[in-house]
């Protein structure tokens, strides 16, 4: 692996950390929201409990002054019926006593009517009506007193539902708002981590950077280098080629001068006496005879 594709591995390795960083701050802030809104909404629940908690608080006070009038009422019609008691029996003792007057002297005149009689039918008739006015008094205490009891224990139950209602909803809003914490603690905790996170691929990413500058320099060196050896290479070639050339045109002077001189018997000769151009440096080469007409090579 290259310097230059280790680099763009790590570049894509801390372009991933940071994108999954992100996502999960994203999530982090989506389930915060979430949390607020489900606790926005349960607060307004709490409130509209605790709204007819105190309606119904005012209701029970209500009912409970009701009661107390009721009873204050019971008792009085109590003291009535007792005052209506003591009316009547003085009544009755008043007309006992003048009817044992008349009674006395009707006797002395002329008895006709039985006045015991129509006192026990009297009485009966008042302590008949004076039970009535009791019964109904007594029914019409009892039915008032069950409806409120009724309306006292629905009551009760419906303030007891809210108060566990309530003891509910405040859990409920002390565990959202744990989790919530407990949500901006991992969010808190997510940006730190990216934040050393990018702290740290920047500080890689500068060093690789410099790496890469440095190699590159190197690479601009090494490419200077290569292009000057090439030209002195070409240059080189050129002066390869020129020589070969001259060589060439030498040997074929050379051939062509070998060709003028006359046949000898000999096997060798000794060509010493010509001199051969500005290139040749031994001036005594023994040359071999060649070619059909027995002349001497190079």
């Not at 994203?26 to 007819?52: G, I, P």
């Not at 008895?111 to 039918?121: I, S, Y």
């Amino acid at each position: 692996m290259t310097l230059k594709s280790y680099s763009s591995f790590l570049i894509l390795c801390g372009k991933s950390e940071n994108g999954r960083l992100v996502v999960q701050i994203d999530n982090a802030k989506l389930a915060a929201d979430d949390f607020r809104t489900k606790y926005q909404t349960e607060l307004s629940l709490r409130q509209l409990v605790e709204s007819d908690i105190n309606g119904l608080r005012r209701i029970l006070d209500e009912l409970t002054l009701c009661k107390s009038d009721l009873e204050a009422q019971v008792e009085s019609l109590k003291q009535e019926l007792l005052c209506l008691k003591q009316n009547h029996e003085e009544e009755v003792n008043t007309l006992r006593c003048q009817l044992g007057d008349r009674l006395n002297v009707e006797v002395d005149a002329a008895p006709t009517v039985d006045l015991n009689r129509v006192l026990n039918e009297t009485r009966c008739q008042y302590e008949a009506l004076v039970e009535t006015n009791r019964r109904e008094v007594e029914e019409w205490f009892t039915t008032q007193t069950e409806e409120l009891n009724k309306q006292v224990v629905s009551s009760s139950e419906q303030l007891q539902s809210c108060q566990a209602e309530i003891i509910e909803l405040r859990r409920t809003v002390n565990a959202l708002e744990i989790e919530l914490q407990a949500q901006h603690n991992l969010r808190n905790s997510l940006e730190n981590t990216l934040t050393e996170s990018e702290a740290r691929y920047s500080s890689q990413l500068s060093q690789v950077q410099c790496l890469i500058t440095n190699v590159e320099s190197q690479l601009g060196e090494i490419r200077a280098d290569l292009e000057r050896q090439n030209q002195e290479y070409q240059v080189l070639l050129d002066i390869r080629a020129r020589l070969e050339c001259e060589i060439n045109t030498y040997r074929g002077l050379l051939e062509s001068e070998d060709c003028k001189l006359p046949c000898n018997p000999c096997a060798t000769t000794n060509a010493c006496d010509k001199p051969i151009g500005p290139c040749v440096t031994n001036p005594c080469v023994t040359r071999s005879r060649c070619g059909p007409c027995n002349t001497f090579g190079c």
